[in-house]
């Protein structure tokens, strides 16, 4: 494999790893408005804890 073919790969990657950061940001963010939202998600620890999962 050519070092540009590698470097190629190396930097999909990390843009890819970058974008699923993101969207795990973007997700997680959503939850906790919808749960702000809904005092009736409040109630339900499970909820929280996955959240306290994927936050980490």
Do not use: H, P, W
Request: proline residues 0%; contains cysteine.
């Amino acid at each position: 494999m050519l070092n540009s073919e590698k470097r190629g790969i190396e930097r999909s990657l990390y843009n890819l790893e970058r974008t699923v950061k993101i969207l795990k940001c973007t997700a997680l963010d959503q939850a906790r408005t919808t749960i702000d939202k809904n005092s009736q998600f409040r109630a339900d620890s499970k909820l929280f804890d996955c959240i306290r999962v994927l936050s980490q």
